[in-house]
């Protein structure tokens, strides 16, 4: 019954008594919301740095495609991960020496 009697009475406040609250309680307001937001960034970091997203590097492993049936399938094929990304790759290798690479991005599945 108190806070209804409470809300009633800050209904009938005059508005300018209301606007003369907001102004005095902005300061706090926003130094709690600036609070919460680095609060925020910090969790942002926290979490893109647990996944690498971050990261310039990293790794992926290939091996001979038993599979290859023609000169157009990849003569290499592997997995990793990069910048906190699963990465797919395919690799041919030129008769000049120098050997092409494919690479694919795919999702990462959350468990």
Known sequence: MK???SA???????EEVIRQ???EISPEIRH???IMADMIRKLVALE???LGLDENCGRIDLAPNHAKKSSADPDLVGSGLY???RIEAA???GKNGKIRISVIQKPVRKN
Request: aromatic residues 8%.
């Open 3 to 5: 806070e209804a009697a």
């Open 8 to 14: 009633f009475r800050a209904l009938s406040l005059p």
């Open 21 to 23: 609250r907001i102004v």
């Open 32 to 34: 709690d919301v600036n």
């Open 48 to 50: 893109r740095d647990k």
């Open 83 to 85: 910048a906190g990304n």
């Open 91 to 93: 690799a041919w290798a």
